[in-house]
DNA sequence: CTAGGTGCAAAAGGTTTGCGGTTAA
DNA sequence: TTAACCGCAAACCTTTTGCACCTAG
């Protein structure tokens, strides 16, 4: 059985032009059940539970169908494969290097982020993301590792 | 010849450990003598032309080096491989979704940008990234996009 | 009905690795 | 001298694509 996506799933899937599928709505579901920002393997192994006849095509696909209505956001890290999250309000987002962990981070109100960029006038901004890496609670019980940012002196 | 690094160069290969190769000089010299945030492969290309007999493995193993030694720094997008650039100094990147061209983006004093972090107390950021994605001044002569940003209210 | 979506398999990048030969220190 | 490094090729991992079949609208 699909799972109760709430109504914005299907409004957004139709006002987009596409199709409602069993598999993008099983694909939405599962970043909905367990929002740990998966990667798409791990969206398809999740998935495949449900429905075992899904293949992983059609999970990139409907992440992709997903990310296009604005449900889904992509997140791209350093290393390794781009995660997902069905968190469209403004945040950023924590890895912890040491487990890979990825939390939301709130973000202050637009306005203020805005002021904080230094971009010229005549350029226009339309997605933005904010990566912070460090460690986390659980793997950092000490809080042992200082905190280092990128030098202050600009290179030669 | 070898490019005339400037001496931050010698010391911060051999502060890491590291060996002075012909091959990291080139690549690091490829990296500050054209600045457009280059990818592994277009280093590749241009480093070729001094010197035909390095290999793009050779390319990724000095930009991973130059990258330990804080030289250079990795940024990454949503698609498209890893990019690179010699500023080590604070600052975002912006891409044009357009015409791919990336452009530094100053950021506001380090102590500002915590403030606007509501990071949990126990939580240790050693690196953050900040991408903006858009349009640029060429690509957008009459400037008819409109600035838009994550919605403002929260998923269900 | 039929355009859009799925499943499969193969290909296409981008990046890493193993290994024998080379070289900086 | 020798550990680190290079060049080569193959492997690896993630993502995309082509095509025949299927299905939501």
Redesign the interface.
């Known amino acids: 059985m699909p799972p109760a996506n709430?109504p914005?799933y299907d409004e957004s899937i139709a006002s987009g032009g596409f199709r409602l599928t069993r598999q993008r709505r099983e694909v939405y579901g599962a970043l909905l059940e367990t929002r740990d920002h998966p990667s798409a393997v791990q969206v398809f192994t999740r998935v495949q539970k449900k429905m075992p006849s899904i293949s992983l095509a059609t999970v990139y696909n409907c992440l992709e169908t997903l990310t296009q209505c604005?449900?889904v956001?992509?997140v791209?890290?350093?290393r390794g494969p781009?995660r997902f999250c069905?968190?469209?309000?403004?945040?950023?987002h924590?890895i912890c290097?040491r487990c890979g962990v990825v939390h939301d981070?709130?973000?202050?109100e637009?306005a203020?982020?805005a002021r904080?960029?230094?971009?010229?006038d005549?350029?226009?901004?339309?997605?933005?993301?904010?990566?912070?890496?460090?460690?986390?609670?659980q793997c950092?019980p000490g809080?042992d590792?200082?905190?280092?940012?990128?030098?202050?002196?600009?290179?030669?």
Do not use: M
Request: hydrophobic share 30%.
């Open positions: 709430p914005l604005g449900l956001r992509q791209n890290f350093d781009s069905p968190n469209t309000y403004r945040h950023a924590f290097t981070v709130q973000l202050p637009a203020e982020l904080i960029w230094c971009l010229p005549d350029y226009v901004v339309n997605e933005y993301e904010f990566s912070l890496r460090g460690v986390c609670r950092s809080g590792e200082p905190v280092t940012l990128h030098p202050e002196k600009p290179t030669p």
